[in-house]
């Protein structure tokens, strides 16, 4: 008989809970949503991430596969027993920088220790075996791997910098903590009292029009009370975007879909209720229409009236005679590459909630832009902008994708309609459907040099597949032109970049910005060149390597140019990893070889203002408090920013405390994008501590050298033999409530490009330049990648444990690009059908740190964010050609296609 | 409100079967993806607190998997090394955290032309006890893999046991996977092998391929070619012209049916290349 399953209860770290739940559902479902234990993650719902990962009797599973009567009498244990299981393990993963964005660091920490238990020293290998079933998109593993292996012993905490020593600290990221914890509280972890949820009727059709049907009636049938909301219910202007002139996606769509995954109506109700509810009979008629997903398949009709034959925008940069030097040259090369969609992939599904603060509507979500989140959700809903206040939950890692609004308008129309908070959280298919991806490209690229391998000239053509929206489509556009020549003197230079659209998942913003997919073009092409002119290839890239003083081919001379730095430091490696290669490379059926490749990457917008304001104040109780607006993503600018402000002011880092980009709280610190932070808010936070430190000065009557203490509400300032004392409870307070204040924009002084793409597009330029050592299987066409060497130029390493993690990640990023990723809309919209590295497709990577200091950036430092992930696909390539004369012309690299081009190369 | 039973004796759960219109649930790996509700959907009959259905034991001859052993169960078991590539692909299953709840019998219920247990079974001559209300009756794993995603399971039957006799679990097993990363992959192909070698000489060979046709194939053509044979000479014995009469591949995202052919070719020489390397001779 079925037995009853009345009284349920597990031990959950250690403490007997009692719960209701029936029987099956998801034991993470009842661990957040029943028991409100929220460090458990869900990245997938179907066991492909293993972000849910608990304890069940020791044994890791995934929550969100487990039925919740299997807790019955069991022991689970989370993220949240791993303080009493495990601190050494917490406090290595903060020590070692395993955690950025942190989403994955629960399901890794409980899977961890359940390795610890029964193998407290385990070897690297163990470790990647052990840890397997969890996927990171931030950190590229490694540093999880070494946090593991090292918890053998207690090790003091490292000592927080004294002042004027933050930068340049290997600091362990200041908002660390919550994320070994499971306190962190993303987008989908905070619930309200009397919260609905929101969940959305998506097109499952690429191209189509529809009509709603008995809506009222649908929703009568549910066993509680539902609302809809449509197009029709949009109070405000239904268009978002993300760059004016190109704002043409809806909100909800209103009687036309454009691309498969757009929402079409929301759906409001208790979450019982709508768990009840079969979405997939949701009265609407589709007629669906003519359509075309990929460059060889564009729509017939144009998709938006604006842009005839679906062309959105050209990028164009040219200067001297490039066909001419070509024909003159005396070795030419060219290559035409296709790239596939790339999905973010971030394990966090996009999440949040939205409230009414009296009248003030109140967003709290994942995302990288939340003053941008603001005026377009205002926008969308009829509200003034001050109505609208966009708290930034922690986010689980972003990539691009989370620059755009998603969820942000849906969830506050609800918000609105119902006056009850309301919240939403994507499901993975739906996170892979609706959101943007990194531009398909087919480029064409052709490059000449001199006999003494000079490069005289580059043609590039590239058609990227925009989608169906704008999004951060034009963007790529213009940035693909200017990068196209790599960092590289290129006199004569034609590039043109269009962006096309197709019914396609638009596509926009994916770290690079559409460079990454140039750079596989324009390397490749080095390596037929240097070749063909007998030079060794690091040394044909040394030749042609941007000095200072060089223009580029927007005819700007940057400052502080280090990919020559870059590539000299690189040059021991690639003698050695040659002189493997000789030895071990050569015959069989697995061939070494090797590859390289470089990057160069202006830092913020382009050619356009792009400002950071940073508020620093200290309190009448001596609280230093820093008002950092840049989204923190995992990529560390909570860190990096009050390093730098830190410094400036003269005070220890270890003091500040933070606030985050609250719009209510915090000046705009614009987007995390385009390898800003570090650059652009850097410097306003370095700005804004030296005007604080200024005025201390002035107060106090002391010179420059004077150092500054805070104890207290006691601010001392000290000049050699003199000491004075600033009371801080004596002094007003502004506004603010800070009785010392200073607050400072910067914005990066550029030039607009001129109709040839003349002009000074980016104050800041980053460099960079990676060697990759790789396998190839000469039967099977596999490709395994043994090491990446990568050096790149900061200008000024802020915190080098920071750095090594954005290198790390980026080149686990550029490796899934090359050799695994490919989207395909209504295909792949999982993460098993779309892969991304796993532990164990990670090489060894050594990262190296050039300190070429930029005249602009802040104590001379440079963006890094985008520039690690652009040189690792070109390497990979090439060193598969160098060791199987593979040339891959369609990517990822497959094994399928790896091994046809193999035959068609013999 | 839908129904969840979890016996904990097997007739219980026979008798409810056949009542009807139960989803059968053992390691839910595959039930769970294939919704995003928060529950599992429809009348579940969930058969992992029947103690009789888990374990591996050899009894009269005969070894058993029960319906509810895990993978991770499988992994851990002290067997013959004619299991080993069977064990090998317990290990490649997924992830630890699968491998922890998904079950070998639950994934020849799937019967995904990829699933990871069905070309070493086949190697070890597996059949699948099936039981109903109604009675047992017992499938050599090819009738009871029809097709991809199609099983002879009836309406009101469970599979209750994988059984292989205990005269096929002999010599050495082995098993590799081919995927585009390491883990958490579903294989582009897969090769299994089991092989018997006397005084230098391949006694017998039981060798299969998978993700390469609707369900994973026997290679019988090659297993009477290297009987008899030296087993160094074994794997230049693999060619194209004898695998792949056996094979009907697909193109799909993973590889294209070309590559899967020759893959297919290469992983099964490659398996005869460890076999031969490999010091002692697994005898019967």
Redesign the interface.
Known sequence: ???P?GKLQMRVNGAVTPFAA?????LS?VLREDLRLFGTKIGC????C?AC?VL?NG????A????A??ADGAEVTTVEGMASELPRLQQSFLRHGAAQCGICTPGLLT?AAALLRSNPAPSRAEV???L????CRCTGYAKIVDAVCDTGAERPAAACPVSGKAVGARLERLDGGPKVTGEESYGADLVLPDTLEVRAIRSPHHAARFTLGDIAGWAAKATGKVEVFTAADIPGENLFGTIPDFVDQPAIAGDRVRQRGEAIAIVVGEAATL?GLDLSTFPVDWTPEDSGIDLDHLPEADLHPTRPGNRMIAGLVRCGDAEGALAQSAFTAQTTIDTAYVEHAYIEPEAGIAWLDGDTLVIRACTQAPVMDRDETAKVLGLPRDRVRVIPAATGGGFGAKLDVSLQPLIGLAALRTGRPCRMVY?R?ESMASTTKRHPARMTGRIGCDAEGHVTAMTFDGDFNTGAYASWGPTVAVRVPVHASGPYRTPNYHAEARAMHTNGPAAGAFRGFGVPQAALVQEALYDDLAKAAGIDRLDFRLINALRDGDRTVCGQKPGGIGIAECLEALKPHWERASDEVRVQGIAGSIRRGIGVASCWYGCGNTGLPNPSTIRLGITASGALVLHQGAADIGQGSNTVVAQLCADALGLPVGQMTLVDGDTAKTPDCGKTSASRQTFVTGKAAMLAGKMLRSKILVMSNMGDDATLSLEGDALTVTDGKAAREIRLGDLPADAHGYVLAAEETYDPPTLPLDENGQGEPYAVYGYGAQIAEVAVDM????VKVLRITAAHDLGRVVNPLLAEGQVEGGVAQGLGMA??E?Y?PG??E?L??Y?I?????MPEIRSIFIEKADPEGPMGAKGLGEHVLIPTAPAILNAIRDASGARITRLPA???RV??AIRSAE | MTAYHRPMELQEALDLLAAGGLTVAAGCTDLYPATTAKALKGDILDITAIPALRGISLDAGVWRIGAATTWTDLRRADLPPSFAGLQAAAREVGSVQIQNAGTVAGNLCTASPAADGAPCLLTLDASVELRSAEGARVLSLQEFLLGARRTALRPGEIVTAILMPEASASGQGDFLKLGARKYLVISIAMAAARVEIEDGLIRSAAIAVGACAPVAVRLAALEQRLAGHPVTEAAAMVTEDIVTPELSPIDDIRGDAAYRLTAATELVRRLLLRCAAKPAEAAA
């Open positions: 008989m079925n037995r399953f029936t029987p099956g559902r998801r479902e719902d179907a066991g492909d293993g990962t069940l044994e890791p599973v995934c969100c596969l487990t039925p009567i299997r899977t990647e075996d052990a397997g079933g969890v996927l768990d499901t298919s039967t099977l066409g596999t050799l695994m490919e395909i295909r792949t999982n098993h059908d892969l590295p796993t532990f164990g497709d497959l094994p399928h091994l046809a």
